[in-house]
């Protein structure tokens, strides 16, 4: 292992997350050789890199081929393993609902959170770093419209101070904002179906201004028939 594969690795696992600005990093997705050399690397390890174009940072995260042998059979798979309840997987899929898919919808058409939506020239723009296309939710119209399933207010700030420290989201005053793994760690490509036209169905009819309570009493399974489980941090 050369000294920059060592190093990246050692401080991925170390810090969790690093930007995709970060030299090493800029040079694992642009060098098809180290990329190759890092992969191996880590898939010896029963490891992988995680990244996409969406989001600000990179992360590891367990090969699919090695959940079982960690996590166990799928009859009796875990939908996460940092000891999340129900209503804190609930509010981890609401909050990625409403943070990720517009942001990305945003970063798709090129506009800046601040952008005129009429803007003629914003696919001409380059695409927009993710903190520059994400919009946070209002704590306060999040506890109205989902208080009442995820828990009442004590339940709800437990849970969120839960998903701060693990670092899906982070606090600005009044606002929840994306952190850095929530658009790494959750599998985009097979939850998006599933949450637009399933479980938060309601909510993507809505007015764009406002929150619309959906029903969370169900245990929030994140898997569907024999789809491989969405990605969830390891």
């Not at 190093?7 to 060098?31: E, N």
């Not at 029963?46 to 996590?71: C, Q, W």
């Not at 506009?111 to 927009?128: E, I, R, S, V, Y």
């Not at 693990?166 to 179906?193: N, Y």
Request: aromatic residues 6%; proline residues 4%; negative net charge.
């Amino acid at each position: 292992m050369n000294d920059d594969s060592q190093i990246l690795i050692a401080r991925l696992l170390t810090h969790q997350t690093l930007r995709r600005d970060d030299r090493l990093v800029k040079r694992v997705l642009s060098d098809e050789l180290f990329r190759a050399e890092i992969d191996a690397r880590l898939l010896a390890c029963g490891l992988k890199l995680l990244d996409n174009v969406y989001a600000d940072h990179v992360t590891l995260a367990l090969s699919r081929t090695i959940e079982p042998k960690i996590f166990g059979a799928r009859d009796v798979w875990q939908n996460n393993n940092f000891g999340l309840a129900r209503d804190g997987v609930a509010l981890l899929v609401v909050l990625w609902a409403q943070i990720i898919l517009p942001k990305r919808e945003r970063q798709e058409t090129h506009q800046h959170a601040d952008d005129d939506q009429n803007d003629m020239f914003g696919t001409d723009k380059p695409l927009p770093r993710a903190e520059d296309a994400s919009i946070g939710i209002a704590y306060k119209a999040l506890l109205a419209d989902f208080g009442d399933k995820l828990g009442k207010k004590t339940r709800m700030d437990m849970n969120l101070g839960t998903l701060a420290k693990l670092g899906f989201i982070e606090r600005r005053g009044d606002f929840i904002v994306e952190g850095p793994l929530l658009d790494l760690m959750m599998d985009t490509d097979v939850l998006k179906e599933r949450i637009i036209n399933g479980a938060l169905a309601d909510v993507f009819k809505r007015a764009p201004s406002r929150l619309v309570a959906v029903d969370l009493d169900a245990e929030p399974s994140l898997d569907a028939g024999d789809e491989p489980a969405p990605e969830l941090p390891h």
